[in-house]
């Protein structure tokens, strides 16, 4: 029998099935608990080790160090974690890259670059990272993950999503809403304001689009609200399913299990997918009938997509699905 892989494979670029939460960390102390939750929790959400917040004032070169060190450790079985390095404005990104990347270049998840104000300060970065990555004989490209949280980073997100490398395109509230110098009150960096005011949801929208236009993941910005995973959950489910974020930041390890959760595909959908994807397989992916409904190559490919994502989320799936798919 053919592999749903082999069978519905398609010509061009899709998009990556990664991991529907990052959780960022900026202290060597954070980043190993981030590890250890991993650990029990399984690969199902990545870490971000952070230089732009993370690091004291002076003290960037011993930071960025000690990410390698971390990143190349044991403590990192799963190699699901990334970084953020500084801005293009910052004047450590560069030294930042020059640490990073040949040091750790073939394990980092990814590599992400905040407040860019426009294209060419993406471009320039990316360029700057692929040419390090080059010159230090790095097998693989990073990808790379832009943060779009100013106003010139939004006016040209539509060209930032088909920079090479691309894996994802993170939506940045805090910033963006700073950026309006007061015109959009401060309490709508919370719900239902983040999602109910009309600049605000513009912009994600648009983000969203653009990413999935060009087959990068879109992702959605932190929960303020650290100690009540059931409003990370909310924020979760109203960002996947009214908006069409994939994966979402955590800030707080009890935001984690919580965006995870509210990120897994519908149980019904979970389960009819699977059957479908199993008859599909045994007609050796023509058409079929499943509860009195035509299926197709089209759907199946939606399907098998879903049933990918659950695995990787960490949802149960059937024994006939795993010897089958993923055995």
């Known amino acids: 029998m053919t592999h749903p892989s082999e069978a519905l494979f398609e010509n061009g670029k899709s998009l990556p099935i990664i991991p529907t939460c990052e959780h960022f960390a900026g202290s060597e102390k954070l980043i190993l608990k981030g590890f250890e939750m991993q650990k029990k929790l399984g690969p199902v959400f990545d870490i971000t080790c952070d230089c732009e917040d993370g690091a004291e004032t002076g003290k960037e070169v011993e930071h960025a160090q000690m990410i390698v060190r971390v990143v190349n450790s044991d403590e990192n079985p799963y190699a699901m974690a990334g970084t953020r390095i500084h801005d293009h404005s910052h004047p450590d990104w560069r030294q930042d890259v020059d640490i990073l990347v040949p040091g750790a270049g073939e394990k980092l998840a990814y590599i992400t670059l905040p407040k860019s104000t426009c294209y060419e300060d993406a471009k320039t970065q990316i360029e700057y990272i692929q040419k390090v990555a080059k010159e230090a004989g790095i097998s693989r490209e990073i990808p790379i993950h832009v943060l779009i949280e100013t106003h010139g980073a939004l006016q040209?997100?539509?060209?930032?999503?088909?920079?090479?490398?691309?894996?994802?395109?993170?939506?940045?509230?805090?910033?963006?809403?700073?950026?309006?110098?007061?015109?959009?009150?401060a309490i709508n960096m919370r719900s239902p304001g983040q999602f109910d005011h009309r600049l605000i949801g513009a912009a994600k929208a648009r983000v969203a689009q653009a990413a999935i236009q060009n087959k990068v993941i879109p992702a959605h910005n932190v929960t303020l609200d650290l100690k009540n995973p059931y409003q990370t959950y909310k924020d979760a489910e109203r960002a996947r399913n009214e908006f069409g974020f994939m994966r979402m930041w955590s800030i707080y390890p009890t935001q984690v299990q919580?965006?995870?959760?509210?990120?897994?595909?519908?149980?019904?959908?979970?389960?009819?997918?699977?059957?479908?994807?199993?008859?599909?397989?045994?007609?050796?992916?023509?058409?079929?009938q499943y509860d009195g409904e035509l299926h197709d190559r089209a759907t199946y490919r939606y399907f098998w997509e879903l049933v990918q994502r659950a695995k990787f989320s960490g949802a149960k799936l059937m024994e006939e699905t795993e010897k089958r798919f993923f055995a």
Do not use: C, N, R
């Open 156 to 185: 040209d997100v539509e060209k930032i999503a088909t920079l090479p490398w691309l894996q994802v395109l993170d939506f940045g509230l805090m910033d963006f809403v700073s950026g309006y110098q007061g015109a959009i009150p």
């Open 258 to 288: 919580a965006i995870v959760d509210a990120m897994k595909p519908d149980f019904t959908e979970l389960e009819a997918a699977q059957h479908i994807l199993i008859k599909a397989q045994d007609a050796e992916w023509g058409p079929i």
